[in-house]
């Protein structure tokens, strides 16, 4: 299993010589449990990966040391370049963030939640309103700017979620679980969105999920289980390793379960 | 690669003000959407001035001392301890407003901002104030419809004090939120931090009475910084600085900030040697 840890070949940057995120031997502890064992993975520029997991894999201990909510105390780790904890306002500004938990202000309308988001960001004025239209309308819920954020459904909390962490433009986007408790509509159709984002802009996304039908054969995927990184490569490349005939098989057999 | 857009280091001071602005707008909005809240800050000090007041001054005599010239009625004596109640308890709520926003994920917002963590909770502390410096000229309108006697120039020269009192109160809830792990653990803040505050210090009266009838609640009185906060807009509102007070207040608000900062900072806060708790 150790050896699907490393990359299977090299993949490739779209759009840029540095990886959007270069993870490397991070470990993390919570008191006396290992929340993540020697991590190491990049995620290329401009590409889609995959970071699948059962719970308590270790994604979201992973996203909180990424985003700095966390302090990295052992390994380190770089968006485009900058280390988090070294140049931690330089890693940030390159980062969008789709956190598990909502995180819109339901006291506040969808607009103003965008424009709040725009001056964490030193984005201000006629910029901020215009950005928010645009991102809104990438989203398609241009006609929710003047709704109050309580009133809207699962599903498009999450796409103006989403479409508030384009709106400083980063080059790296991270989901945390974006589509759990969404029914299978909403699901698709945040799928969609975020994959045109990677075709259209080439944002590079690290998707955290456990569900396999959301990662398709020629994505990158990172396999973490119990806080160990166990495969890391093209989702066809580790299937075909493996030996399984799916993902889903890959799964099974470097996990010893079922997702 | 060429689509890769690679923008400036660092901000301009233009967006730091941004942030800044942008930070005290959502805190007014907020504040300007919870009506419940701005009522019962009025109501609460109105209660004491209306009600207690009015008792309080048949039984209680108070002499002349600094920065008051001549007798004066209770109602005037209290309002600098009202004043600095209701940024007192807009310090507390601006706490439980940090934890409830922990516990939403709202914070996490905040923390994932570029901008250097310690300018992101200044400028938090600083809208947190000028909600409070409003709700105090609320306040002070009431009083005067109701007779309360203060200098005309008052509702300018209280101002700094304000701002400075506001400081404090506000790094103090801002340190208390980094502490409080679950919105329902706040009740203890009511309990051990605002009560004893209040009724331990010159708010109600004079540190004089106080010390006649117990030297120990007088030194009890005399460490409050809560005390010299009132101090301080007491005499701003005559027009005089008291300068012991405005140095407690600042070295208070510089410790209070200090630590607040330190616990949120992911390498060295509270919030990580709380295990899992993240903000």
């Not at chain 2, 007798?71 to 004043?83: D, F, H, K, N, S």
């Not at chain 2, 109640?85 to 409830?100: A, D, K």
């Not at chain 2, 200044?122 to 909600?131: D, H, R």
Request: aromatic fraction near 10%; include cysteine; proline fraction near 5%.
């Amino acid at each position: 299993m150790n050896s699907l840890a490393e990359p299977l070949e090299r993949l490739p940057d779209v759009v840029a010589d540095t990886p959007a995120l270069t993870v490397a031997s991070v470990s993390h502890a919570y008191g006396r449990h290992q929340a993540l064992d020697d991590v190491s993975f990049t995620v290329p520029a401009g590409r889609f990966t995959a970071l699948l997991g059962l719970n308590g894999a270790g994604k979201t201990t992973l996203f909180s040391l990424i985003t700095r909510l966390f302090h990295t105390r052992v390994g380190s780790i770089s968006v485009l370049g900058h280390r988090v904890d070294r140049e931690p306002g330089e890693a940030l500004r390159q980062l969008g963030v789709v956190f598990q938990a909502r995180t819109l202000d339901l006291d506040l309308s969808v607009k103003d939640n965008l424009l709040y988001h725009a001056s964490l960001h030193g984005i201000g004025g006629r910029e901020a309103r215009a950005r928010a239209g645009r991102v809104l309308a990438r989203v398609g819920l241009e006609s929710h700017a003047r709704i109050a954020a309580r009133r809207l459904s699962g599903g498009e909390v999450r796409r103006v979620e989403i479409a508030r962490s384009l709106l400083h433009e980063p080059q790296l986007l991270l989901l945390d679980e974006p589509t759990v408790g969404l029914d299978v509509s909403s699901k698709r159709s945040i799928v969609t969105h975020v994959r045109a984002l990677v075709d259209d802009q080439h944002v590079a996304v690290l998707w955290a999920t456990h569900l396999l039908d959301e990662v398709d054969p020629s994505d990158a995927v990172v396999v973490l289980h119990k806080g160990r990184l166990l495969a890391w490569g093209l989702a066809e490349t580790i299937v075909a390793r493996t030996g399984a005939a799916d993902m889903r098989g890959a799964f099974v057999t470097l996990t010893g379960e079922a997702p | 690669m060429s689509d890769l857009v690679v923008p400036a280091r660092g901000f301009t001071l233009w967006q730091y003000w941004i942030c800044l602005r942008g930070i005290t707008w959502r805190e007014g909005l907020r504040f300007l959407h919870q009506r419940e809240r701005f009522v019962s800050a009025l109501v609460r000090p109105l209660v004491w001035l209306f009600i207690f007041a009015a008792g309080f001054r048949q039984i209680l005599g108070v002499s002349i001392i600094p920065p008051y010239n001549t007798y004066i009625l209770y109602e005037v004596y209290v309002t600098p301890g009202l004043i600095a109640m209701i940024q007192l308890f807009n310090g507390m709520q601006s706490s439980l407003s940090m934890v409830y926003d922990r516990e939403m994920g709202n914070m996490r917002m905040l923390l994932v901002s570029p901008f250097p963590r310690w300018f992101l909770l200044v400028a938090k502390l600083l809208a947190s104030t000028a909600v409070s410096v409003l709700q105090v000229y609320a306040f002070m309108l009431v009083a005067y419809v109701w007779g309360v006697d203060l200098p005309p120039w008052s509702w300018l020269t209280v101002l700094p004090a304000l701002i400075c009192v506001g400081l404090m109160l506000g790094s103090l809830g801002m340190l208390l939120s980094s502490m409080i792990k679950q919105l329902e653990n706040f009740a203890g803040v009511m309990n051990f931090v605002i009560f004893p505050m209040f009724f331990a210090s010159s708010a109600l009266y004079p540190l004089w009475l106080v010390q006649q009838s117990s030297p120990i609640v007088y030194t009890i009185c005399s460490l409050n910084p809560f005390t010299y906060g009132i101090e301080l807009i007491r005499f701003a509102l005559y027009s005089q600085v008291d300068w012991v007070a405005l140095a407690v207040v600042g070295v208070s608000t510089v410790v209070f900030m200090g630590a607040a900062i330190v616990a949120y900072d992911p390498a060295r806060g509270m919030l990580v040697r709380r295990g899992g708790g993240g903000p």
